[in-house]
C-alpha cells in the first residue's frame, strides 16, 4: 500500500501546473460579473455624447439627454462659480446657443464670464430666502470648490476658512429684476443652503422643464418635500447615473 501511494507522488513543479490549470478552469466556467446597472447608464450616455464633458459628473450629459440638445433654451445657474470648469451650463450657451443668468457671489469670477459667456449675465448674489441681507460665506480662495455659508462643511477640507462678507437676494426677485418669466432650466449647487434658496423660489409661476440640485445626506429630504409640494418629481432614469444631484421635472411632463 505505501508504495502504491508512493508512486501517485508529484514533485513541486507539477503540483504548481496542476494548481494553475484547475485554477483556469474554474475561472472560465465562472459566470462573468454583470456591470453595475450605474455603470450601465453612464456608459449610455457617454456613448450618446460622448466622452467630454465640462460638468463635474455626468450632469453635461444628462442635461443634454434630456433636452435633446435643443437650442435656444434660456437657463438660471445658482451658484455658477466658474465659466466653464465644472459648469453645467456652458455647453448650453457654447455650443446650443443659450442664454442666461449666472449667480455667484464670489466676484473674482465675473472677469470671465463677461469674456467667454457673453449671452450670460453674470450677478454676484449669495441666493437665500431673503433679499437685501448679508451672509458670511467661507471659503479657500478663488481654486477652491466647495465655498460655503455653513462653516462646519468648510471645514471638512481644512482648518481656518477665509470669510467673505456678500448680499442675499431671492431668486424671485432677481428674476423679476431681470424681467424673466419663465426658463427652461435651473442648476442650483450651493453647498447646503439650498432649501433656502429654494424658500425663495415660485417655482410654479417660473416652471422650469428641468432642474438639476445638488443634494447631500444633510438636506435631501427637504430638497425633496419642497418639490413634491410644487408637484415636481425625481426623474428616475438619472438617479443612478448621477449620485450627486437630483433632477426634477413638472409631474405632468416628466419622461
Keep these: 500500500m505505501l508504495k502504491r501511494w508512493r508512486a501517485w507522488r508529484f514533485d513541486l513543479v507539477e503540483v504548481v501546473m496542476i494548481a494553475a490549470i484547475v485554477g483556469l478552469v474554474a475561472y472560465i466556467a465562472s459566470p ?5 446597472p450605474a455603470d450601465e447608464e453612464r456608459d449610455a ?3 450618446a455624447y460622448g466622452s467630454a464633458r465640462n460638468s463635474e459628473n455626468e450632469e453635461e450629459w444628462i442635461i443634454r439627454d434630456f433636452f435633446k440638445d435643443r437650442r435656444g433654451g434660456v437657463f438660471v445657474d445658482v451658484g455658477a462659480a466658474h465659466y466653464k470648469s465644472a459648469s453645467n ?3 448650453l450657451e457654447h455650443e446650443l446657443g443659450w442664454s442666461g443668468i449666472a449667480i455667484e457671489p464670489l466676484r473674482h469670477f465675473e472677469a470671465d ?3 467667454h459667456r457673453p449671452r ?3 450677478r454676484p448674489f449669495f441666493v437665500s430666502d431673503v433679499s437685501d441681507g448679508s451672509v458670511k460665506l467661507y471659503t479657500y480662495g478663488e481654486k477652491f470648490a466647495a465655498s460655503s455659508s455653513d462653516r462646519t462643511w468648510v471645514e471638512r477640507f481644512g482648518d ?3 470669510e467673505v462678507s456678500t448680499l442675499t437676494i431671492t431668486l424671485d426677485d432677481l428674476l423679476n429684476r431681470e424681467k424673466i418669466e419663465t426658463f427652461d432650466f435651473l442648476s442650483m449647487d450651493i453647498e447646503l443652503a439650498e432649501p433656502k434658496a429654494l424658500a425663495g423660489f ?3 409661476r417660473f416652471r422650469p422643464s428641468l432642474v438639476c440640485i445638488e443634494a447631500h ?3 435631501r429630504q427637504q430638497i425633496l418635500d419642497y418639490f413634491a409640494r410644487h408637484n415636481y418629481v425625481v426623474i428616475g432614469k438619472y438617479l443612478r447615473a448621477d449620485e450627486k444631484n437630483l433632477y426634477f421635472a413638472p409631474r405632468t411632463s416628466a419622461p
Excluded: G
Design 32 to 36: 462573468t460579473p454583470a456591470p453595475a
Design 45 to 47: 450616455l457617454e456613448k
Design 89 to 91: 451650463t456652458y455647453y
Design 113 to 115: 464670464w463677461v469674456q
Design 120 to 122: 450670460t449675465r453674470f
Design 160 to 162: 481656518n476658512p477665509r
Design 202 to 204: 415660485d417655482i410654479e
Design 217 to 219: 445626506p444633510e438636506v
